[in-house]
């Protein structure tokens, strides 16, 4: 049995429909990231799971029972949220024992499960202070051992590392996901915007786009075999790169002449009949290698960005043509303005057709 299951959810206000047929089983322990693009709806569908928010279709389940007119209270789920809405007046200890106070749990009780969290939060010696002497990332982590606290069947996590800077957002997701593995029996469901979070906490990732579900994997499974446009560019920095061609010979290995010129070569099978077909041909950046043999894409630099791991160049294959970004490994000096030809491994070539993977 699932550990939360939703079926043909649906959210609304009045006429205007926000999510349609949503259906995800999540299994117990998976940490589960929803991503996508602003106004795609991933807080909502969170705060429906959570009860903040009602259902206008289908149903919510959790652990096999119904729970769209269960208030939140008794759903068993803790939700941490973008703010850390921590109690100035009260110390870390406080706190994080707040909910078990005003569900009248005994004071041995609570004060173990304060201690426990603590101690898997390594909160151990913040305990007596108040959040005023803290740091953001030490506040946090307090936000999410409230949550623990309280020992819910789900955890539920609204983009909570979206106010910290960059380096304490690293240090932060580190520790979600250490904390993760402390808790391999949690199922935790996690909202975010940023790729980087999503790649490396999720078991699995749900892409939210067009009111609905565009595809659900293993962060590789959607990096490498993305099942649409919408999903290739999503995932990955900088976006795969789309140009339009057509299919000029089938088979095994699959060519494709571009409209700009060059020919693609992808490993994707295809069909006689599909001979001519109009297809855009996808290419991650980190999948061009500089060839000076290469029919495939040839153009004149445009920009570069020295990232010191990494280089970024952009240019357009042709005049014409649609701009492409090629990023390589370490420094490349002295590349503007000059001529570039690109090749790719057919394995990494990807054909779309109608905005659909045509990998069958």
Do not use: W
Request: charged share 25%; with cysteine; net charge negative.
């Amino acid at each position: 049995m699932s550990e939360l299951k939703l079926t043909d959810v649906a959210k609304s206000y009045g006429p205007i429909d926000v999510l349609k047929h949503i259906d995800l089983d999540i299994e117990k322990g998976e940490l589960i990231v929803f991503v996508g693009p602003s106004g795609c709806g991933k807080s909502t569908l969170l705060r429906m799971i959570a009860g903040l928010e009602k259902i206008t279709g289908g149903t919510l389940e959790i652990e096999g029972q119904v729970m769209n007119d269960v208030p939140p209270a008794q759903r068993g789920i803790a939700m941490v949220f973008q703010s850390y809405a921590l109690y100035p007046h009260l110390t870390v200890r406080e706190n994080m024992a707040f909910a078990l106070k005003i569900a009248k749990m005994p004071a041995a009780e609570i004060d173990a499960a304060v201690e426990r969290a603590a101690q898997t939060l390594q909160l151990d010696p913040l305990l007596d202070r108040l959040p005023k002497a803290l740091s953001g990332g030490q506040r946090q982590r307090v936000a999410i051992g409230r949550a623990i606290v309280r020992d819910p069947k789900v955890y539920l996590f609204d983009e909570p590392l979206s106010n910290l800077d960059a380096a304490l957002r690293v240090a932060t997701r580190i520790e979600i996901a250490r904390l993760k593995e402390a808790m391999p029996e949690s199922t935790m469901i996690y909202v975010t915007h940023d790729q980087v979070e999503a790649m490396t906490l999720a078991s699995r990732i749900v892409v939210l786009a067009n009111k609905g579900i565009a595809q659900v994997g293993t962060p590789l499974e959607l990096y490498e075999t993305p099942d649409n446009e919408f999903v290739a560019q999503f995932i990955g920095s900088p976006a795969m790169n789309l140009l339009s061609g057509k299919i000029s010979k089938t088979g095994d290995l699959t060519e494709v002449t571009l409209d700009a010129g060059g020919t693609a070569v992808s490993s994707i099978p295809t069909e006689p009949e599909e001979m001519g077909l109009q297809v855009n041909v996808g290419v991650r950046p980190e999948d061009f290698v500089a060839d000076a043999a290469a029919g495939f894409l040839d153009g004149t630099v445009d920009f570069v960005e020295a990232l010191g791991e990494v280089t970024l160049l952009y240019f357009a294959s042709r005049p014409g043509a649609d701009n492409i970004v090629a990023k390589f490994p370490g420094v490349e000096r002295n590349r503007r303005g000059k001529a570039v030809k690109l090749n790719a491994d057919p394995g990494k070539v990807h054909l779309f057709h109608n905005g659909l993977s045509m990998r069958k």
